[in-house]
């Protein structure tokens, strides 16, 4: 628990760094078929009220049970880690049509700018979908896996990520979460 925490403490402190550091590179802008085809609109508000909520759910089982909040833990470090990578070797440009994502809470992550080249994979979609694999109880999970289907959702309504982005954040979420189960979870006997 503290080795994680600590660890998830100095990528939270890099983070501004490198967020800055992606906006200032030059990206590819994809023509993306689904976005095209809506009008972008501000959806924040829902997008964070969704993800909020969500959250208090898993801290409040992770309460219960402390060992949600290892395995979320471990498995935030490297979805953070495989994003960063992800990011730097696929150089994005904002999608047409953007409206900024506001969340004063995560701002602070991202060094109090706005962030619009951390496309590929969704960050939002990844963390909702960690909290579906941590969390013990089908209810909260059937409850956190149809937020993150309408958090995807409302980032294609906001032009926040291109499509690709909100569909390969599930499947590097189940490949990674397999592999932290097979190694790190196993070993522990953190399987809930």
Known sequence: MLTGSGIVAVILAAMPFFFQHIEKRPGVQLHDFVLSRIPSQDVSVYIFMIIWSMAGLTLFRAIQTP???????????VICLTRMLTISLIPLAAPAGLVELVDPLTNVFYGH??????LFYSGHTASLLTMY????KKSDRMLVLI??????????VQHVH???DVL??????YLLNRTLE?????NNKLNN
């Open 67 to 77: 060992s949600v909040y290892v395995r979320y833990v471990w498995l935030y470090i």
């Open 113 to 118: 700018t706005v962030v619009t080249k951390d």
């Open 133 to 136: 694999f941590c969390l013990p």
């Open 147 to 156: 937020a993150t289907t309408i958090v995807g959702c409302l980032l294609l």
């Open 162 to 164: 291109y499509t690709v």
């Open 168 to 173: 390969a954040a599930p499947v590097f979420v």
């Open 182 to 186: 097979s190694t790190i979870f196993a």
